[in-house]
């Protein structure tokens, strides 16, 4: 007698979720639509085979976990404190906002204050899933606009751990029979107890051992003990925030995957994970379907179509406005609106704690599970729209560019520099004060002003992307430099570099031996680790001062 129940799910999952996002995708329509209709047909409320509704959310947890650890590979504290200004302000504000407008519905629907409130939180939230899926697709997850997107979800995931530890205490107040103000102040103390000795922990403690156990198990040099290492960290530390301090399975892998980061084998724990990653997302997706009950859309249609406008159009005009009010540019402003302007994981837990309490009639579940669908389906094709504008302004950009000359025939011999981060700023600073002619490639809208403001020609764009590339002139230049962090973009650039002009020469920045050897092994002819020329610069600085000082030489730091 065989138990087939997750075996069964993961066969139909995957199955289907192969079959209808091929088909989406020769309907030239974003594979998320085929892996939602193969959750529907999965689902109770469809004829033929039906998935055990238990063990799917589970495995879309999973999906969750690992994506979200793969974020903090790739997102490090530093970034996180960085955009906290914009995150924090952003989130809250979008979530009152939004939360209000589903408080409005839920009165106009004749429901009570407290399933208003429930039913306009749930709507006010993004999918964590959905977000980094678009953000990894379009390479953004290391821009200054990824960052943002990713701390405005880590805000939403911690509201979100808040009330749903708050809920239950506040039943009777919701309800309207009253509450305990004590009770209510004691869940809140302990909440917020609960997820500050969370991070604590996390920071004082995780961020020494964990590393320490990946390099020692590295040091095995076995690679299967290293995959499962990585997953049993990921999915350990997953679990037990999640069950010793309250805190979300995502926020947990988040946090396991930021102190990863401080390793130098980070970007192989990464690649270990990504099939992974990739699959178990696949069913969060086809989970979400089989939670749906198409009936609703003919039933009742205005008001699915009203919980739809809410969660699509309350969200990116929050999102939007707020971005704006704190100075964020058009470009940033419009792809945080429509990043977060579709709603999750975190809304169907929240749905379902509230019809499990009484609070939210089901009938609200069945809304908010439409409204989580269809957005989920709209939001990948206002993304392709936001691609064909981002696309015909970088056009319209270089058009501008070449008329104005901002690459003359006549510069060559110059040195491409990639990115105009604070490395790339200051590198340029030294080579142009001393008359080295300079051609700058940028992605981030402030940074190309910021470097044409300094007056250095500057192409805008991601120099991953070939035809960005090219606009630079890299046939005509003498050397590229390469200031940008992320090794593994590094090295695809550095590969189409050397197809350009084999005989460029190439220096990029590495974080790590590691990197070094990525970026050396994809045709860089130096690679420069920020901490090995630092140690260098104090030895030279002790080598310069009596008693040491001699004929005493370093070898070359890279």
């Excluded at 953004?140 to 911690?158: F, K, Y």
């Excluded at 946090?255 to 270990?272: D, I, P, T, V």
């Excluded at 908010?368 to 691609?387: E, K, Y």
Aim: glycine share 10%; aromatic share 8%; net charge negative.
């Amino acid at each position: 007698m065989h138990h087939t129940s997750l075996i069964a799910i993961l066969v139909a999952g995957f199955g289907l979720a192969f079959i209808f996002g091929a088909l989406a995708q020769r309907l030239r329509m974003s594979p998320l639509v085929g892996y939602l209709v193969a959750g529907i047909i999965a689902g109770p409320f469809t004829p033929g085979f039906v998935g055990d509704q238990t063990l799917a959310p589970q495995l879309a947890e999973i999906g969750v976990i690992l994506l979200m650890f793969g974020v903090g590979l790739h997102f490090s504290l530093r970034d996180l404190l960085e955009v906290k200004s914009i995150a924090v302000p952003g989130a809250i504000a979008q979530i009152l906002f939004v939360s209000l407008l589903g408080w409005g519905l839920a009165r106009w629907f004749g429901w009570d204050n407290g399933a208003g409130l429930v039913f306009g939180l749930a709507l006010s939230v993004a999918s964590t899933v959905v977000v980094l899926r678009a953000l990894e697709e379009r390479r953004l997850l290391d821009t200054t606009r990824g960052r943002i997107a990713v701390g405005w979800l880590i805000v939403e995931d911690l509201v979100m751990v808040l009330v749903l530890v708050l809920l239950p205490a506040l039943v009777g107040m919701l309800k309207g029979d009253g509450g305990d103000s004590v009770g209510v102040l004691a869940a809140l103390f302990t909440t917020l107890f609960k997820v500050g000795a969370f991070i604590a922990v996390m920071l004082l403690v995780g961020r020494r051992v964990v590393p320490w156990i990946l390099e020692r198990v590295a040091g095995t040099g076995s690679r299967e003990l290293f995959t499962l290492c990585v997953l049993a960290i990921a999915l350990g530390v997953a679990f037990g925030s999640a069950e010793l301090f309250g805190v979300s399975f995502a926020l947990g892998a988040f946090f396991a995957g930021l102190l990863l980061n401080e390793s130098e084998f980070s970007h192989q724990a990464a690649n270990e994970t990504l099939p992974l990653r990739d699959a178990f997302a696949v069913l969060f997706f086809v989970s979400v379907g089989m939670l749906f009950d198409p009936t609703i859309l003919l039933e009742q249609p205005l008001e699915v179509i009203a919980t739809f406008v809410i969660v699509v159009g309350g969200n990116a005009f929050a999102a939007w406005t707020v971005s704006r009010l704190l100075g964020k540019q058009h470009s940033t402003a419009l792809l945080l609106a429509i990043s977060l302007s579709q709603i999750g994981e975190f809304s169907f837990i929240l749905a379902g704690l509230g019809v499990q309490l009484d609070v939210l009639p089901k009938h609200g579940q069945d809304l908010i599970l439409a409204g989580a669908l269809l957005s989920i389906i709209f939001n990948p094709l206002m993304m392709r729209w936001l691609d064909r504008r981002n696309a015909g302004a970088a056009r319209r950009e270089r058009q501008r560019a070449d008329a104005e000359g901002v690459i003359p025939d006549t510069v060559t011999g110059h040195v491409l520099l990639v990115g105009y981060g604070r490395v790339g700023r200051e590198l340029a600073r030294v080579l142009h004060g001393h008359g080295v002619p300079l051609v700058v490639i940028d992605g981030e809208d402030h940074l190309v002003d910021r470097a044409r403001a300094d007056g250095l020609p500057t192409v805008r764009g991601n120099a991953v992307n070939e035809s960005v590339l090219r606009e630079a002139a890299p046939e005509r230049a003498h050397m590229a430099l390469l200031a940008i962090p992320n090794a593994l973009e590094a090295g695809e650039i550095i590969a189409t570099l050397r197809r350009l002009n084999p005989a460029m020469s190439i220096v990029a920045r590495g974080h790590s031996d590691i990197e070094v050897k990525h970026l050396l092994d994809h045709g860089a002819d130096a690679a420069v680790m920020a901490e090995r020329e630092l140690a260098h610069s104090f030895a030279e600085m002790v080598l310069a001062t009596p008693p040491y000082r001699g004929d005493r030489h370093l070898p070359p730091a890279c």
